[in-house]
């Protein structure tokens, strides 16, 4: 058997010809593992071992490398991943929103009075003891948090107190935003959070309402859907002021985000109409407030992006029903607080 004899220059390229390889190697398995797109996530000290298959619900993780020890905190493949600065809180952070951005309400039975107005929406900053309706479908408020709410590993980060009670909910859907450029200003990504209504009948994105300013203060409001549904939000005899947002000056606006399914509303017994609370994932759905997750929030196609944590965050009313005397369905908001910081 004859002896190789390399002499140091011809091993030095030999050597830098063998890393190149390799790393060509390694990057051709990456790009193969991010091509997947997943809605699962490795924990930490996992170890991932040649063509392992990792199941989560429907979802399938094949990973094709000899083996892998993951050592952050969570990584999510395939998936996403949210770029943001990141404002730690401090010894003197609110854990109450403190930025008020934005009141677009819809039309409402409680527009125009104690708790319908613009100053109203400012008196939400900083407690939980106001407040505030959105009106009917679509109607929403912007605030924000004067620090980072952080995305805790398999915790609930958010919660948001409302007005139900038992057996009568008026659920409002959750968007997050991270503020991305880092300009303190809600102009970036708004990113759904997903509820326990996600997929099923009547749940629908991108749903657009137009609602018409009526000739006269005492008449119906009249509204139209991209649906192709048409109706009123109605008069009732308990608020007689005007159910018209008094500073919105145009004769027609559109609000537009995600209907939520009216199954829940129950108003065979019109004296007694119920409004059952959904399993989980709404504002203003269960007493007592509620708790979500950042890390269920969802892109415009509905799938799985990763945040660090939020910055933003908007309220919507997410159904659009005439409840006969008890008038429209309508979120209502007593104060959003980051739960890492709640007693």
Known sequence: MKHLNLNRSML?????LLGFALMQSCKKEVVE???????????????????????NDTTIVIVRRDSIIIRRDTIYIGMPYIKAPIRSATAG?????????EYMPAPGQFI???FGTIDEAKLILKNKDNLLTLGACGGYVVYGFDHTVLNVSNKED????????????????????????GNGKPDDTWYELKGSQYGKEGYIRNYAVTYTKPASDAD??????NQ???GFVKKNIFNTQPYWPQWITANQYTLTGTQLPSSNVDDSNPEYITSRAFDY???????DGDKVDISNAIDKDGKRVKLKGIDFIKIQTGILYDMGWLGEQSTEVFGIADLSMVN
């Open 93 to 101: 952070s609110n854990l109450y929103i403190t930025s008020f951005f």
């Open 12 to 16: 030095i390229p030999l050597i830098v």
């Open 220 to 225: 119906d409001i009249a509204w139209s859907d």
């Open 158 to 181: 958010i919660i948001v107190y409302g007005n139900a009670f038992n057996m009568f909910a008026e659920p409002g859907v959750i968007w997050v935003m991270a503020d991305e450029n």
């Open 112 to 114: 125009n009075t104690g």
């Open 281 to 287: 994932g709404y504002a203003d759905n269960t007493l």
């Open 228 to 230: 192709g549904n048409t």
């Open 33 to 55: 593992v991010e091509k997947l797109r997943v809605d699962t996530l490795v924990k930490r000290d996992t170890l991932i071992r040649r063509d392992t298959i990792i199941k």
